[in-house]
């Protein structure tokens, strides 16, 4: 169902797209090209592409909010706000390879004993 909703939403955004691009600017874009005459000119009745425009504007908005709805169902968990935090990461020690007796068969430490500080030098 949320495929099918989504190809429908994106033909609707593809063809809201060309619609507006086919329409006549009417000018004062951005405060530019701004006639005198069209200050006294009374804007007519919504043309065929205009009301097109309502029509694909209010069923992309409708489309949006079932994707929304949708979603909000699939996924677990809910909100994320209502989701736990993540617990911070373990702190990560260096490991040391396991103590190996000598080859020898003797005492000997596997690991050798820090080095004692020696005087300083001057």
């Known amino acids: 169902m949320q ?7 994106v033909i609707l ?11 006549r600017s009417e000018g004062g874009g951005l405060g530019m090209a701004r006639s005198e005459s069209s200050l006294l000119t009374t804007r007519g009745t919504a043309n065929l592409l205009t009301r097109a ?3 694909l504007a209010t069923l992309f908005f409708l489309t949006s909010l079932g994707l929304a709805i949708l979603a909000g169902q699939t996924r677990e968990g809910g909100s994320i706000f209502d989701r736990q935090p993540l617990p ?10 396991p103590a190996t007796p000598p080859a020898d068969g003797g005492t000997a430490p596997a690991t050798p004993s820090p080095a004692a500080p020696s005087a300083p030098t001057r």
């Open 3 to 9: 495929n099918v909703l989504l190809i429908i939403h």
């Open 13 to 23: 955004a593809i063809t809201m797209i060309g619609v507006i691009l086919l329409q």
């Open 53 to 55: 425009t309502a029509v």
């Open 88 to 97: 911070p990461p373990a702190a990560t020690q260096p490991t040391t390879p």
